[in-house]
């Protein structure tokens, strides 16, 4: 397959596309990677150089993809974090040509907006046009779950609440959602008693859900990885249920192998083989 991804880019670390384009890659898949930002490294260090990239200069790099006449080939668009409205309608415009080009083309958003630690951590005016503007083109979206509370206005905190705020964002264009982290207190322990975290799956076929361990670990760039390897894996099996089995076997390989490094950032490459061939199976549960 072939994925166009807009993405920010480190070159220092792993957030955007500098972690959902080599996953993908490993894979097997075609990218297109169409830089946003050009820092050295992520924002969460408090210090960064390099420049946001123009949105003239992002819609230039597109066009001239769309010059080469291969937009027919793709297979889907990626976009994480949207910094302002004039990358949205960059965003927007290239979802529309790669559509009109493959009727067939989905587009993923990863609607950044916050967690449930710090909150909503983007400008006010975000959230309104991801609301407004990107979810009505979305064909799947893969918010947390505080961001698929702020952007529904509900409080999901149960099974029950968070299948209610994803059917409410699901009125508002995107037919698949894929929450990354659900954490409700009915949710089963590790049969060691650790605690775990789950992620849940849901399109007009039904809902799943799968538990993997909570890890002690917040690593920047885990989203984008996440979102990328879901939407190729349910881009290729068309089973909601297998991408969320292979997503999270995925995930929770590649934060063990950081955890064991001692280091901060993703750990891509050592734990390449996490992508094709995790050493861990989960199993989804139907839950509606």
């Avoid at 968070?162 to 894929?178: F, K, M, Q, W, Y």
Wanted: charged share 20%; aromatic share 6%; net charge negative.
């Amino acid at each position: 397959m072939r994925f166009l991804s807009i993405q920010s880019h480190v070159a220092y670390g792993h957030v955007g596309n500098s972690a959902a384009v080599f996953p993908l890659q490993r894979l097997g898949h075609e990218v297109w990677p169409v830089l946003t930002v050009n820092f050295s490294n992520h924002t969460g260090y408090g210090a960064w150089g390099g420049p946001l990239i123009p949105a003239d200069d992002v819609r230039a790099v597109i066009s001239g993809i769309e010059d080469r006449g291969v937009l027919g080939s793709g297979d889907g668009v990626l976009s994480g974090y949207l910094g302002g409205e004039e990358i949205v309608d960059v965003v927007v415009e290239a979802v529309g040509r790669v559509k009109a080009a493959n009727p067939d083309a989905t587009y993923t958003c990863d609607p950044v907006m916050g967690n449930a630690t710090s909150g909503c951590f983007v400008a006010p005016a975000i959230p309104p046009l991801i609301r407004e503007r990107v979810l009505p083109h979305a064909d799947i979206i893969t918010p947390n779950q505080f961001e698929l509370g702020y952007m529904t206005h509900t409080e999901p905190d149960s099974l029950e609440s968070t299948l209610e705020s994803v059917d409410r964002a699901r009125e508002l264009g995107p037919r698949t959602v894929l929450v990354t982290s659900v954490l409700r207190p009915e949710r089963e322990p590790q049969p060691d008693g650790g605690e775990t975290i789950e992620m849940l799956a849901v399109d007009d076929d039904g809902a799943w859900i799968v538990a993997t361990p909570r890890l002690p670990i917040k690593a920047n760039g885990s989203g984008d990885v996440t979102s990328a390897l879901f939407t190729a894996h349910y881009r290729e099996t068309g089973s909601a249920a297998t991408a969320l089995e292979r997503t999270a076997a995925s995930v929770l390989e590649l934060l063990q192998v950081t955890i064991d490094s001692g280091e901060r950032e993703l750990r891509l490459v050592q734990a390449q083989e996490a992508f094709v061939a995790p050493g861990r199976e989960f199993t989804a549960t139907q839950v509606r």
